[in-house]
């Protein structure tokens, strides 16, 4: 199973006053997706733009189709950590991650098997790719 990130355009039937003048909003909706067992069709990406490229900061599995500074949200499938582009080092607190640092989030991997206990059951084993060497 991968997760996916899926972004939609809307039209808002909100409108905003600026000057006088009414604006339409356009906003974007972010949902992940578990894709898995096939499903990687139907969600309009295969199997192969998914396989994992460069290492997740927290598991070191090889699981993030882009370099991590590009990987916006993306979450390992590994460790379920929730990629930060926006963290300047490992001991600050991540949004993304509901506050824990990347350190917690490396040692709680180290000792379960993922970055938050609450998040284990939906982590998986690495693939034999995917283990770092």
């Known amino acids: 199973m991968a997760i996916m990130l899926h972004f939609t355009m809307h039209s808002s039937n909100k409108n905003s006053h600026t000057n006088g003048e009414f604006m339409m909003r356009n906003d974007f909706i972010y949902s992940p997706m578990a894709v898995g067992?096939?499903?990687?069709?139907a969600a309009g990406s295969s199997e192969e733009s998914l396989k994992g490229k460069y290492p997740c900061p927290?598991?070191?599995?090889?699981t993030l189709p882009v370099p991590p500074e590009e990987a916006i949200a993306y979450i390992c499938p590994v460790c379920f950590w929730e990629n930060d582009v926006f963290i300047s080092g490992d001991d600050e607190e991540s949004d993304e991650?509901?506050?824990?640092?990347?350190n917690e989030a490396q040692a709680n991997y180290r000792k379960i098997g993922a970055c938050s206990p609450d998040l284990l059951k939906h982590v998986r084993k690495p693939k034999p790719e995917e283990v770092p060497k």
């Open 37 to 41: 067992h096939g499903d990687e069709q």
């Open 58 to 62: 927290c598991c070191k599995c090889i």
């Open 97 to 102: 991650n509901h506050g824990m640092t990347l």
